[in-house]
């Protein structure tokens, strides 16, 4: 939280939203519902068009050049708001954990992107972590259960976050899958390299929450959320996708991810 002066109440916060390019690109309502959350805890929103991918398709494909290029760019963007907020735990550990080490040989440049990651954090982690958000004002009749995707709560350390502010969501039942943090099998370009250990890995991930018995599937990154709902609708479950920014918001009544808008 920022400080009270002594002559007025706190600043608010600046904020820079990092988008993400799936959020961009398939599921805007991502986007709206972060910047929803964000005003609601009191933060200013921008989102500066400046803004592209976060380089991680580069980076782990070990194509440094790139990613020291598009790292560049995102830093330029980003770096003069107070907070940089990403609807992703995979891009925020891009942006937070692996922009100092594309930097390491470069002093100038390795010293901007030390500042730049230490104001990167992923959506849910800064309103419970750097805000202190312990609820939200939204309502959701129905059952959900969470995946930790691996990045987030590898790399960052989000777990009990959602679940604590999905627990103040009105009607929300929250049904614990087995093995939540086990991998869903996208890994970015691992989906593409290896197409059939990632479809026994979702494979196994569909079962666990088809068994949970929800009716809804949430997480905090989209990848692996596209991933796990096109699973699903190929196996025929009825089970909804959603990310879980959208839960909180009060935006739960749009269409799920994988389906198409009416009318």
């Known amino acids: 939280m920022t400080e009270a002066s002594p002559s007025g109440p706190a600043k608010a916060p600046r904020v820079g939203l ?30 500066p068009q400046a803004q592209t991918c976060c380089g991680q398709p ?45 930097f390491e040989d470069d002093p100038v440049w390795h010293g901007r992107a030390e500042r730049f990651s230490a104001k990167v954090f992923e959506l849910v982690s800064f309103l419970a972590d750097v805000l202190g958000v312990t609820s939200v004002e939204a309502s959701f009749n129905g059952s959900v259960t969470y995946h930790d995707s691996c990045s987030g709560l590898r790399e960052l350390g989000i777990k009990g976050q959602p679940r604590k502010l999905l627990k ?21 370009t691992f989906c593409v390299k290896y197409p059939d250990i990632s479809n026994k890995i979702v494979s196994e991930k569909t079962r666990a929450i088809r068994d949970a018995g929800a009716g809804t599937l949430l997480a905090g990154d989209l990848g692996c959320l596209m991933n796990m709902a096109g699973k699903l609708k190929r196996e025929g479950s009825a089970i909804e996708v959603r990310h879980v920014a959208e839960v909180l918001a009060g935006m739960g009544d749009q269409p799920a991810i994988g389906e198409k808008a009416k009318g």
């Open 168 to 188: 103040s969501v009105q009607g929300l039942e929250l049904k614990e899958m087995k093995d939540p943090d086990v991998c869903c099998g996208f890994g970015g």
């Open 18 to 47: 990092f988008v993400t390019c799936l959020v961009d690109l398939f599921r805007p309502n991502v986007g709206f519902a972060a910047v929803k959350l964000l005003e609601d805890a009191g933060c200013v929103v921008e989102v």
């Open 58 to 102: 580069a980076f782990n494909s070990g194509d440094r050049k790139d990613a020291r290029d598009i790292a560049e760019q995102t830093i330029r963007a980003l770096e003069n708001y107070d907070y940089v907020v990403a609807p992703s735990g995979s891009c925020a550990g891009m942006l937070k954990k692996h922009y100092p080490e594309l």
